[in-house]
């Protein structure tokens, strides 16, 4: 496989994940059993991953100069991320999550403000951003900014992704221009109640590619005309922290060298190794280390 280069756009957070043997009650105190601080976000995570596997990867944020993005900064070179900050003199800090992860079933909590005060103009995008770019990926946290970049990249015929993790207003905008729609089972467009109306409105958007992951069930998926399902790997999960974002970034890295469907599943098997490992970044240093 060559290395291709991507782009992704979106959210850029700093994480803060806890291990616990129990999710606390209220005002209940709970020592962790294992932490880790990580750079997170959806485009982010999925950046880290397509990295991974020997890629160039470019990450299109608003980060700005506050001191907790050096810790944000230091994460992403260590996994050979590039960071094409829009927003450097911003001195607000950077979103912060606080993730609670149970040991016994890998469910995580997540508390977030996300993208909503840290949105990036548009007007600061140069056009030769998507020079050089064989794939675009676009989480919908930064619309303004993504829209942009979708338009730019559609005019060279670069394939553009969406992490559909859920509906974000201004999606509709930014979805005539997707080659790839790869939602969870909580993408609800407007009017969409199933998911049968989801594939309906997506497809009414002229998207040729279009999943719907549900977890450990199957894929669901309507490619040219044609639907089916793709199993996923059956694992005893560690943790589920990310395991959609990496998905997303292990999608994007094989659907340039593969079929449709053939990079559902190899994403898959990539998540699914993921969900076996504490934390975003652990199941990249286990293999390293192996």
């Known amino acids: 496989m060559t290395t291709k280069t991507g782009l992704f756009v979106g959210l850029i957070t700093l994480d803060l994940v806890y291990l616990t043997a129990n999710y606390p009650t209220q005002n209940q105190k709970v020592v962790a059993g294992d932490y880790t601080i990580t750079a997170g976000g959806p485009a982010t995570n999925a950046a880290v991953t397509f990295s991974h596997f020997g890629n160039q990867t470019n990450l299109l944020c608003g980060l700005g100069n506050h001191p907790i993005t050096h810790l944000i900064r230091a994460d992403l070179e260590k996994y050979n991320v590039t960071i094409e900050d829009l927003d450097k003199n911003r001195e607000q800090p950077p979103p912060v999550s606080s993730i609670i992860t149970t040991q016994n079933t890998g469910d995580r909590a997540v508390i977030s403000i996300n993208a909503t005060k840290s949105q990036i103009s548009k007007e600061f995008i140069p ?83 279009i999943a719907i992951t549900q977890g450990e069930r199957p894929i669901k998926y309507f490619s040219k005309g044609k639907s089916g399902d793709v199993e996923v790997p059956k694992i005893n999960p560690v943790d589920t922290l990310g395991a959609g974002d990496i998905f997303h970034g292990a999608f994007s890295h094989y659907i340039l060298n593969t079929e449709f469907t053939d990079a559902l599943a190899n994403a898959a098997n990539i998540a699914a190794y993921s969900c076996q490992y504490f934390g975003t970044r652990q199941w990249i240093n286990e293999e390293f280390n192996n």
Request: hydrophobic share 40%; glycine share 4%; with cysteine.
């Open 127 to 209: 056009p030769e951003i998507i020079n050089n770019i064989d794939i675009v990926l676009i989480d919908g946290h930064q619309i303004a900014a993504s829209l942009e970049v979708a338009q730019l990249a559609k005019s060279k015929h670069i394939p553009i992704v969406i992490d559909g993790g859920s509906w974000k207003p201004g999606f509709e905008d930014i979805l005539p221009f997707v080659d790839y729609a790869i939602c969870s089972a909580n993408f609800y467009p407007p009017n969409c109640k199933n998911e049968e109306e989801v594939f309906a409105y997506l497809s009414t958007q002229n998207i040729p590619h």
